[in-house]
């Protein structure tokens, strides 16, 4: 969960828990398949440094056209430092190679995250 924190700029374990009408093991989904992937893959930086990892996966998730996931995964390229420039590139590369649609689609989701760091920036925001 720490890893997790370091790359979201958040605590995960309030998304971890049962909602109303979920069975009790959804939690378990949840609590697994999240460490697993922040503890297990994310760490790996022998190979792939996290920034790389971080902009392998904003492909990915752009070209699955998983918006909520892309979303955080926007989130871990930025923080991990790749630049909003080297972002738009990957939307480029998902457009020849997965389809404008998709791309768009993707980078829609990609402007209102550049727009939160601004307001992050900005203390009159």
């Not at 979920?22 to 190979?47: L, Q, S, Y």
């Not at 971080?54 to 930025?78: D, F, K, M, N």
């Given at each position: 969960?720490?890893?997790?924190?370091?790359?979201?700029?958040?605590?995960?374990?309030?998304?971890?828990?049962?909602?109303?009408?979920?069975?009790?093991?959804?939690?378990?989904?949840?609590?697994?398949?999240?460490?697993?992937?922040?503890?297990?893959?994310?760490?790996?930086?022998?190979?792939?440094?996290?920034?790389?990892?971080a902009l392998?996966?904003?492909?990915?998730?752009?070209?699955?056209?998983?918006?909520?996931?892309?979303?955080?995964?926007?989130?871990?390229?930025?923080?991990?430092?790749?630049?909003?420039?080297?972002?738009?590139?990957?939307?480029?590369?998902?457009?020849?190679?997965?389809g404008v649609?998709?791309?768009?689609?993707?980078?829609?989701?990609?402007?209102?995250?550049f727009g939160?760091?601004?307001?992050?920036?900005?203390?009159?925001?």
């Amino acid at each position: 969960m720490d890893t997790a924190e370091r790359l979201l700029g958040f605590r995960l374990e309030r998304f971890l828990g049962a909602t109303p009408g979920e069975p009790a093991n959804g939690a378990d989904f949840k609590r697994i398949a999240t460490m697993h992937a922040f503890g297990d893959v994310w760490p790996r930086t022998e190979h792939l440094d996290t920034r790389t990892r971080a902009l392998v996966s904003v492909t990915i998730a752009a070209t699955l056209g998983v918006l909520e996931p892309l979303r955080g995964q926007l989130r871990i390229a930025l923080n991990a430092g790749a630049t909003k420039e080297e972002i738009v590139e990957v939307f480029l590369q998902v457009a020849a190679y997965a389809g404008v649609a998709r791309a768009f689609d993707g980078y829609q989701v990609a402007a209102q995250v550049f727009g939160e760091n601004l307001e992050r920036s900005d203390p009159a925001k």
